[in-house]
């Protein structure tokens, strides 16, 4: 049974960074996967932040792409998140989740393909900003 | 970026009936498109992928519709357990989310 399980601290001050590991069991985080985090901030809807592929390869929201870096480290079957310079507005419970799917090259250019949507979650972790 | 707008924001529905939700994406993204169900305090739950095919475990009475940029979800007679709130979601070229429909009871 594959399971993902957010860690890091629930509270950061503004203008922080932002720290989160999402750590994997039950699967290689070396498989034909994409690790994404998602948000949601209190009583909203949900927020693609971005996502790693095990080779490194990253995608990112460009609406937060100034401020995000996700990465991998395989040799823990872990991947992070840090978002920096971070304000209230990033508050929210932050999930990580597995998307099958594939990395390839075409055209000049890499490409991240799906197999279908995010089928395993974690259970979330809240991330609250303030002094 | 592609946006996708669903509708109704809140669906009021009496147990046994059925419930249609729909969502719209601003630009065509073939049949790439997820719904997912979120219960209080529960992550995401991955309920149907391309469009229209049940994820194992997922009840029949759950099914999705729709190619281009109109989608629907249709929950044929709404048990107890169906009561939450849905999320549509594209992965035509990365991803994005619906800002969901919550199913109440009437």
């Known amino acids: 049974q594959v399971q993902l399980q957010e860690s890091g601290p629930g509270l950061v001050k503004p203008s922080g960074t932002l720290s989160l590991t999402c750590t994997v069991s039950g699967d290689s985080i070396s498989g034909n996967h994409w690790w994404n985090w998602v948000r949601q901030p209190p009583n909203k809807g949900l927020e693609w932040i971005g996502e790693i592929f095990h080779i490194g390869s990253t995608n990112y929201n460009p609406s937060l792409m100034s401020r995000v870096t996700i990465s991998v480290d395989k040799s823990k079957n872990q991947f992070s998140l840090e978002l920096t310079s971070v304000t209230a507005a990033d508050t929210a419970v932050y999930f990580c989740?597995?998307?099958?799917?594939?990395?390839?090259?075409?055209?000049?250019?890499?490409?991240?393909?799906?197999?279908?949507?995010?089928?395993?979650w974690g259970q979330g972790t809240t991330v609250t900003i303030s002094s | 970026e592609i946006v996708l707008t669903q509708s109704p924001a809140i669906l009021s529905v009496s147990p046994g009936e059925r419930a249609t939700l729909s969502c719209r994406a601003s630009q065509s993204i073939g049949n790439n498109l997820a719904w997912y169900q979120q219960k209080p305090g529960q992550a995401p739950r991955l309920l149907i992928s391309?469009?229209?095919t049940r994820t194992t475990g997922v009840p029949a009475r759950f099914s999705g519709s729709g190619s281009g940029t109109e989608f629907s979800l249709t929950i044929s007679s709404l048990q107890s357990d169906d009561f939450a709130v849905y999320y549509c979601q594209q992965y035509n070229k990365w991803w994005t989310f619906g800002q969901g429909t919550k199913v109440e009871i009437k």
């Open positions: 391309d469009a229209s």
């Open positions: 989740a597995r998307a099958p799917g594939e990395h390839y090259y075409d055209s000049g250019t890499y490409h991240a393909f799906y197999y279908y949507g995010m089928d395993v």
